[in-house]
């Protein structure tokens, strides 16, 4: 159902009616960039090996493996092998798009070109949000901390000056990042004093227990620089 209304979204006109599954050559077909602006045709790749690289700047992990596949694709290239990687983004925006093209030396379907992301997706069955056991992992590492810090107002009769939560992909948190004007970057630790109309951000690679209870002491040690809402 859901693949249905995408069908459907992508192709009001029923132009590619009918509608099934398409060989990877005719999804893919259109122009593809370079980050110094240059494009080409997807025909010229006709003969290569191409891989097709499912990535999003908000992904922590994607960013990892990025950094890794830049190294194996130059190595490769080196070698002379007639390969190429097509970048396909799940990014918010162009400019995170810009931004993390940017330090990739293959190809990409422009960010603009959003029904022939689309159609990628549902060719390779990706999955437009973040993986639910994500958010899960995340909670189990942020509640340990909460319960703690909760525990400490609580025995001194106190409540605690803050309320804790993970936020997944979802238009609810969408809303809230827009309205606070919080990056784009994933994982990001995120404090709002919403009556100050201030916050408080740190965008790190990596998650760990150490660096969580580390934010929340700096802040209730009022250690932290606030930035405007």
């Known amino acids: 159902?859901?693949?249905?209304?995408?069908?459907?979204?992508?192709?009001?006109e029923g132009l590619e009616f009918p509608w099934g599954p398409k060989p990877f050559r005719e999804v893919i077909a259109g122009p593809l960039l370079r980050n110094n602006g240059q494009s080409l045709e997807?025909?010229?790749l006709e003969g290569s090996h191409v891989g097709v690289y499912f990535s999003a700047h908000w992904c922590p992990p994607c960013r990892s493996l990025t950094r890794v596949l830049v190294e194996s694709y130059r190595k490769i290239k080196e070698a002379g092998q007639n390969f190429e990687i097509i970048f396909v983004s799940a990014d918010r925006s162009e400019e995170s798009f810009k931004q993390y093209f940017s330090e990739m030396p293959w190809l990409a379907v422009p960010y603009t070109d959003e029904a022939r992301r689309s159609?990628?997706?549902r060719l390779y069955g990706i999955q437009d949000s973040e993986d639910d056991g994500e958010s899960e992992a995340a909670k189990q590492l942020i509640q340990p901390i909460a319960e703690k810090i909760i525990a400490q107002y609580k025995a001194k009769e106190e409540d605690a000056p803050l309320l804790f939560f993970?936020?997944?992909?979802?238009?609810?948190?969408?809303s809230l990042r827009d309205y606070t004007n919080l990056p784009e970057a994933a994982p990001l630790l995120t404090i709002l004093d919403m009556s100050a109309r201030a916050k408080y951000v740190m965008d790190v690679e990596e998650i760990t227990p150490a660096i969580v209870e580390a934010f929340v002491n700096d802040f209730l040690a009022e250690k932290l620089k606030p930035e405007p809402i």
């Not at 159902?1 to 009001?12: A, T």
């Not at 993970?166 to 969408?174: P, S």
């Open 119 to 121: 159609r990628l997706n």
């Open 42 to 44: 997807s025909s010229s």
């Open 1 to 12: 159902c859901r693949n249905g209304l995408l069908v459907i979204r992508d192709d009001p």
């Open 166 to 174: 993970v936020a997944g992909e979802d238009d609810m948190t969408d």
